[in-house]
């Protein structure tokens, strides 16, 4: 049967060409693979082959014809003994389906800034029951009791990364797990961020619980690639069959007098990425309980420690299971003059600045988000609704920052209920310099809390 | 080491020179096909086609076993169907529909099947090969035997990453075949612009991986190679390179002006080194198959490819509603 040889879209933007040369001739015998035609495009000439075999019934497009839209007929090609005429009626254009998709995206845009409900629903239930025994821990004793006890729950559960064997860690969060685990779930590995990120990546692919240690998460940037092309996209990219059960951790945030390189937060980056889960604990007890959940999360999750709250002794309850969801924020103080957002080492901060500005007489309301993806903005939302002010407290930059979303998030949502503008504070926009005086001048303090707090009140 | 040539008279059967035939014919019309909808504007985006280089993963999955593993680049069509993905599933990917093994929202580049133990599909040069190294890790924490192909390119072999995972692969003898399909161009840079060295196979050396070069336009050189790498990962040796020199036919993707080779160095390698025609001869000088048969083959193959079109054509684009599905577990 005749059939039509149609421009052909020769690159993934291109909408016409010329039709530069012509390499066959009517009457002749063309098989799969024999060049047609040259045909130039906006970018390049390119050749343009034969799919099927037959002879060339009737060239309709001459040399030279430029503005050739894709699609359109351009020869016909027929069998032995057929002519170009025994073309059935030509076949209509197929719909633009550029068009169509851009229709299609609309409704779920439309769904995604429907505004939220009045007073959102959130959950507020206690983490643990009032009557459990509680142990004064380390942030650092935490996060190994965490991993410790998965690790014995789940054979498929180990730890990867620099130093977390032999060397105990290189901030002892690791300590005593090789001898518990053994070397064949304890694992150290090269200096090869990038690269042993990947295995860990892989190897959660084919359903082994991988933990990834990161030095600091600064050595991340080595390893970020896996970390979100390949980590966070799988599941989506192949329509839900293959996930990545994955926990990356480690310190992040400035530690004290190490300078640029390695005094970065990156909460807002990973926050950025759907796919991903980020949590930030402050205590001990929700460094213990997030660390749980997360590692039986079937999602990747970056879980951002602090090197400085390593050391710090919290309550932590004396149960068997201590695992905290995601997505759900803490109050660590009621108020009701304004509220103050922050997460990880913030908390430190936003806590000290609510002391103080207690004996001003300012009932502050604490919140700490202690994940930020998913983040509970229900919390922030109720709390808005009645103290009518936000502060929001971060050791990172403040272009792009995690307070620069929740204020528009609460702007969206909570507008009305709004007295004051919200105010962000947050780490100055210098790298990290390395002088003791500057480096204090570059993070975040608690007077910057205070005098935000006693802003957006009007004190 | 030598190239391992086609030796005169090979020890195969006629059964299995025509199952050869039959997959690596399958891939090269389904790829033509896959061209004619791209022209057609049935496929968008970037689509690397295989045609050429079907030898590579016809042979290598001849020297594989249920429930190895295996992981490639974004140019993936050849490696999905030799390992039994069903051609409208990956066609209709290639549509972005909802019939496509991703559901449509992973296209040419990313498709996936547990299944058949296929882990993509990737498209950031390189990144397979830790990921690769990765899937053989799980494998040996369970000992369970099963042995990883991990696919690049000669120009992944110039990423950073893949040293880094020669090095842990070695250092924990992780059973892993790395193949390196070499097609000598690097997108639009031959290999002699971008790689120090003419045999890449050898900078497993430094890693004391032991590796050989193969002649990827012969279907049996690479299952011969491949059962020898396949042996030695098995064995709990570690892991193995094979540098299988292939040419790809048609350019790096869709767009690919071709500009950096003759149109005379691409017909020398169609006319005398072509994987299907190579087979074709075997078959027909053996007195294994007769034109007529190999005729019915075609006829096969040109059913099932058209099949695989029309079901991709006719599967539904995703519902709206799948823009949100698929991103957390």
Known sequence: MATEILMPALSPTMEEGTLAKWLVKEGDTVNSGDILAEIETDKATMEFEAVDEGIVGKILIGEGTEGVKVNTPIAILVEEGESADDLPEPKSAPEDSGDKAARDTSEPAAAATEAAPAAPKVDQSPDWPADAQMKQQTVREALRDAMAEEMRSDEDVYLMGEEVAEYQGAYKVSQGLLDEFGARRVIDTPITEHGFAGIAVGSAMAGLRPIVEFMTFNFAMQAIDQIINSAAKTLYMSGGQMGCPIVFRGPNGAAARVAAQHSQDYAAWYMQIPGLKVAMPYSAADAKGLLKSAIRDPNPVIFLENEILYGRSFDVPQIDDLAIPFGKARIWREGSDVTIVSFGIGMQYALEAADKLAEDGISAEVIDLRTLRPMDTGAIINSVMKTNRLVTVEEGWPQGSVGSYISSVVMQEAFDYLDAPVINCTGKDVPMPYAANLEKLALVTTDEVIAAVKQVTYR | ?329
């Open chain 2, 1 to 329: 080491m030598a190239t391992r040539k086609s030796s005169k008279k090979p020890n195969v059967s006629a059964d299995e020179l025509k199952h050869y035939y039959r997959e690596m014919l399958l891939i090269r019309r389904f790829e033509e096909k896959a061209g004619q909808l791209y022209g057609m504007g049935l496929i968008g985006g970037f689509c690397h086609l295989y045609i050429g280089q079907e030898a590579v993963v016809v042979g290598l999955e001849a020297a594989a076993e249920e429930g190895d593993k295996r992981i490639t680049s974004y140019r993936d069509h050849g490696h999905m169907l030799a390992c039994g993905m069903d051609p409208g599933g990956v066609m209709a990917e290639l549509t972005g529909r909802t019939g496509g093994y991703s559901k449509g929202k992973g296209g040419s580049m990313h498709m996936f099947s547990k299944e058949k133990h296929f882990y993509g599909g990737h498209g950031i040069v390189g990144a397979q090969v830790p990921l690769g190294a990765g899937l053989a890790f799980a494998d040996r924490y369970k000992d369970n035997g099963r042995v990883t192909f991990t696919y690049f390119g000669d120009g992944a072999a110039n990423q950073g990453q893949v040293y880094e995972t020669f090095n842990m692969a070695a250092l924990w003898s992780l059973p892993v075949v790395f193949v390196i399909e070499n097609n000598q161009y690097a997108m639009g840079t031959a290999q002699a612009r971008s790689t120090s060295t003419k045999d890449i196979y050898h900078r497993g050396e430094a890693f004391g991986i032991p590796g050989e070069i193969v002649d990827g336009m012969n279907v049996l050189a690479v299952k011969e190679a491949g059962e020898k790498a396949v042996a030695h990962c098995r064995a709990g040796k570690g892991p193995y390179i094979l540098e299988v020199k292939t040419y790809r036919y048609r350019g790096h993707s869709m767009s690919d002006p071709a500009k950096y080779r003759t149109r005379e160095e691409v017909q020398k390698m169609r006319e005398q080194h072509d994987p299907i025609e190579q087979v074709r001869e075997m078959l027909l000088t053996g007195n294994h198959a007769t034109e007529d048969d190999l005729k019915a083959i075609d006829k096969e193959i040109k059913d099932v490819v058209n099949k695989a079109a029309d079901f991709s054509k006719d599967s539904p684009e995703p519902s709206v509603e799948e823009l949100w599905t698929d991103i957390y577990a």
